[in-house]
């Protein structure tokens, strides 16, 4: 997912993206441990689409305080 893309959503649905990749993510950890993963780098894609999604969030938070 880009940031483009991400700062078109609202806080709502950007926190809704966050808690289901979240639980996407705790699911392949799960997986992980049971060792049958089918894609491990998509634990790394997770991690980093909720990090984009934290940024902009913190973003349009920031703006909306000025």
């Given at each position: 997912m880009?940031?483009?893309?991400?700062r078109n959503l609202t806080e709502d649905q950007i926190n809704k993206k966050?808690?289901?990749?979240?639980e996407e993510l705790?699911?392949?950890?799960?997986q992980a441990a049971l060792g049958n993963?089918?894609?491990p780098a998509r634990m790394n894609e997770i991690k980093r689409d909720i990090a984009r999604?934290?940024?902009v969030l913190?973003?349009?938070s920031a703006s909306k305080a000025e």
């Open positions: 880009k940031a483009k893309d991400i966050i808690a289901d990749l979240k705790f699911n392949l950890k799960f993963i089918e894609k999604l934290k940024t913190t973003e349009k």
